[in-house]
């Protein structure tokens, strides 16, 4: 079913313009939007469980104060039902997959497009490609990520979304009300053909209550206008997916560090091809990771959950030259340090989860703060070559150090969390993480070679090593992380 934002926007459209990654999951915390009495080609239908036990279905046309005014096409007649008599309303939606996809692919291959020629033609490296095949190869890869996610927000958008009125208080039933008269297809007053069910009767039997009941919706309820108004029914267990992207702060720390021991410069690669340069030290990463959430709301503000967090995989090589020895010009000596890291962790939080009905509210901020334990590995190791654990046959020496530990560690966390119904939600997360490791000081090898340019040797190949010192230094692995959260809730 269409329906239009306060701007007069087709809120479908609306929807489906949430779809480059981060721009799209903002504009989806954003909705829904306040709207003004604008009429729609339909409204959204309604289904109405009455606490007598009848069922009424129909198209919402208006919301006249504390009446729904419902359409059933099939017979051509309208209802006119009174809020109090309704014990559960459903709304049915219409599935926007097919548009999140579409817009999707069209944004998300715009924006690799664009980002593709603005970095410019590749002057450097193994493999190179020139502006116009990154934007190729961005368009590509960034519509089909931007696709996937809208089309998973549409259909997560499009999912029918419930309400139980029994155990609302009274003033709780006027922003039913409220919020209803999005769905309706207009919001002014239209005269009913038929009442299907009237209105309820005083005591007395005379004459319709309409102002008792409206007075018992905002007058006689007994609470403060801003007192807080306990809501319905909510999901107690929760279930997330993260997919993020994970900045560590180990990677500064141990770059830092083969700066001091000197393995910081520009080395430039010959081959028959061409000729390229790398700047060390390189650092090689994969930022984009998956963690797993699940939580348990001892109350409507307070939970208790398990976070699977991993800290992804992390490799930084340093190169140097050996001074002072007599070489031959096309095998001069060099070497190379090479420091990488991952690790796993699982954290006991506490959170502030104020969960909101859904279905009157869609937004909701969680904050997460939590201790855990985890594996660390961290490794050393000096060589002739940067990528010596590719190709270890290849080499004479490699000097190694693994450091296998545990350790306990921090987490904190803020979620914004947009709620599609009371099962599905979308969150835009942020954490800082904190995992210390110490390995302690050591020396390591870093073996190299050469051709002796001396007369007296005749150009034999000479094996030796440098001895390097490395400091006793605490890293800290964890890091800041971005990231968006897919949740269901039981």
Same mark, same amino acid.
């Given at each position: 079913?269409?329906?239009?934002?306060?701007?007069?926007?087709?809120?479908?459209?609306?929807?489906?313009?949430?779809?480059?990654?981060?721009?799209?999951?903002?504009?989806?915390?954003?909705?829904?939007?306040?709207?003004?009495?604008?009429?729609?080609?339909?409204?959204?239908?309604?289904?109405?469980?009455?606490?007598?036990?009848?069922?009424?279905?129909?198209?919402?046309?208006?919301?006249?104060?504390?009446?729904?005014?419902?359409?059933?096409?099939?017979?051509?007649?309208?209802?006119?039902?009174?809020?109090?008599?309704?014990?559960?309303? /459903?709304? /049915?939606?219409?599935?926007?997959?097919?548009?999140?996809?579409?817009?999707?692919?069209?944004?998300?291959?715009?924006?690799?497009?664009?980002?593709?020629?603005?970095?410019?033609?590749?002057?450097?490296?193994?493999?190179?490609?020139?502006?116009?095949?990154?934007?190729?190869?961005?368009?590509?890869?960034?519509?089909?990520?931007?696709?996937?996610?809208?089309?998973?927000?549409?259909?997560?958008?499009?999912?029918?979304?419930?309400?139980?009125?029994?155990?609302?208080?009274?003033?709780?039933?006027?922003?039913?009300?409220?919020?209803?008269?999005?769905?309706?297809?207009?919001?002014?007053?239209?005269?009913?053909?038929?009442?299907?069910?009237?209105?309820?009767?005083?005591?007395?039997?005379?004459?319709?209550?309409?102002?008792?009941?409206?007075?018992?919706?905002?007058?006689?309820?007994?609470?403060?206008?801003?007192?807080?108004?306990?809501?319905?029914?909510?999901?107690?267990?929760?279930?997330?997916?993260?997919?993020?992207?994970?900045?560590?702060?180990?990677?500064? /720390?141990?770059?830092?560090?083969?700066?001091?021991?000197?393995?910081?410069?520009?080395?430039?690669?010959?081959?028959?091809?061409?000729?390229?340069?790398?700047?060390?030290?390189?650092?090689?990463?994969?930022?984009?990771?998956?963690?797993?959430?699940?939580?348990?709301?001892?109350?409507?503000?307070?939970?208790?959950?398990?976070?699977?967090?991993?800290?992804?995989?992390?490799?930084?090589?340093?190169?140097?030259?050996?001074?002072?020895?007599?070489?031959?010009?096309?095998?001069?000596?060099?070497?190379?340090?090479?420091?990488?890291?991952?690790?796993?962790?699982?954290?006991?939080?506490?959170?502030?989860?104020?969960?909101?009905?859904?279905?009157?509210?869609?937004?909701?901020?969680?904050?997460?703060?939590?201790?855990?334990?985890?594996?660390?590995?961290?490794?050393?190791?000096?060589?002739?070559?940067?990528?010596?654990?590719?190709?270890?046959?290849?080499?004479?020496?490699?000097?190694?150090?693994?450091?296998?530990?545990?350790?306990?560690?921090?987490?904190?966390?803020?979620?914004?969390?947009?709620?599609?119904?009371?099962?599905?939600?979308?969150?835009?997360?942020?954490?800082?993480?904190?995992?210390?490791?110490?390995?302690?000081?050591?020396?390591?090898?870093?073996?190299?070679?050469?051709?002796?340019?001396?007369?007296?040797?005749?150009?034999?190949?000479?094996?030796?090593?440098?001895?390097?010192?490395?400091?006793?230094?605490?890293?800290?692995?964890?890091?800041?992380?971005?990231?968006?959260?897919?949740?269901?809730?039981?």
């Amino acid at each position: 079913m269409a329906m239009r934002n306060n701007n007069g926007i087709d809120a479908g459209k609306a929807s489906s313009m949430k779809i480059p990654w981060v721009g799209l999951l903002i504009a989806v915390l954003l909705l829904p939007g306040i709207a003004p009495a604008v009429e729609k080609k339909s409204g959204n239908k309604l289904t109405l469980t009455l606490k007598n036990g009848s069922i009424v279905e129909g198209e919402l046309l208006t919301v006249m104060e504390d009446r729904l005014i419902l359409f059933d096409s099939n017979s051509s007649t309208d209802a006119n039902i009174w809020i109090g008599e309704v014990a559960r309303i /459903q709304v /049915q939606k219409k599935s926007k997959f097919l548009p999140g996809l579409g817009l999707g692919i069209l944004i998300g291959g715009a924006t690799g497009a664009v980002l593709g020629l603005f970095s410019g033609n590749d002057e450097t490296g193994w493999i190179r490609f020139t502006a116009g095949q990154k934007a190729f190869g961005g368009a590509l890869g960034f519509g089909l990520l931007a696709g996937a996610v809208g089309g998973i927000i549409g259909a997560i958008a499009g999912i029918d979304e419930s309400i139980d009125l029994g155990s609302l208080p009274p003033p709780a039933l006027d922003q039913v009300l409220t919020k209803l008269k999005y769905y309706a297809r207009v919001s002014g007053k239209i005269t009913p053909t038929v009442k299907i069910v009237p209105a309820p009767i005083t005591a007395e039997g005379s004459k319709p209550a309409e102002k008792e009941a409206k007075s018992t919706f905002s007058e006689k309820s007994g609470l403060e206008s801003n007192q807080t108004i306990p809501l319905g029914k909510y999901c107690r267990f929760h279930l997330s997916l993260g997919l993020g992207y994970f900045q560590s702060f180990g990677i500064s /720390q141990l770059e830092n560090i083969i700066r001091d021991i000197g393995f910081a410069g520009k080395r430039t690669n010959s081959s028959f091809f061409e000729s390229y340069t790398i700047e060390y030290p390189s650092v090689k990463q994969d930022p984009i990771l998956l963690d797993l959430l699940v939580e348990y709301s001892l109350s409507r503000k307070f939970a208790l959950g398990l976070v699977y967090a991993p800290l992804g995989e992390h490799t930084i090589s340093g190169w140097r030259t050996i001074p002072n020895k007599d070489y031959r010009f096309d095998y001069f000596p060099e070497t190379y340090f090479v420091g990488s890291y991952n690790g796993r962790m699982v954290f006991l939080t506490a959170s502030y989860f104020p969960i909101p009905d859904a279905f009157l509210k869609k937004t909701s901020l969680k904050l997460t703060a939590g201790f855990g334990y985890g594996k660390l590995e961290m490794d050393y190791y000096g060589s002739e070559h940067e990528y010596i654990d590719q190709n270890p046959g290849l080499y004479s020496t490699i000097d190694k150090k693994n450091f296998s530990k545990s350790s306990a560690g921090a987490l904190l966390s803020a979620e914004l969390i947009f709620l599609f119904n009371p099962h599905w939600s979308l969150g835009i997360n942020a954490d800082y993480k904190y995992v210390p490791i110490n390995c302690g000081g050591f020396v390591i090898d870093c073996p190299y070679y050469y051709y002796d340019a001396s007369p007296s040797s005749g150009g034999s190949l000479i094996f030796d090593a440098l001895h390097i010192n490395i400091p006793d230094r605490t890293y800290n692995l964890g890091g800041l992380g971005v990231g968006v959260h897919f949740s269901y809730h039981f």
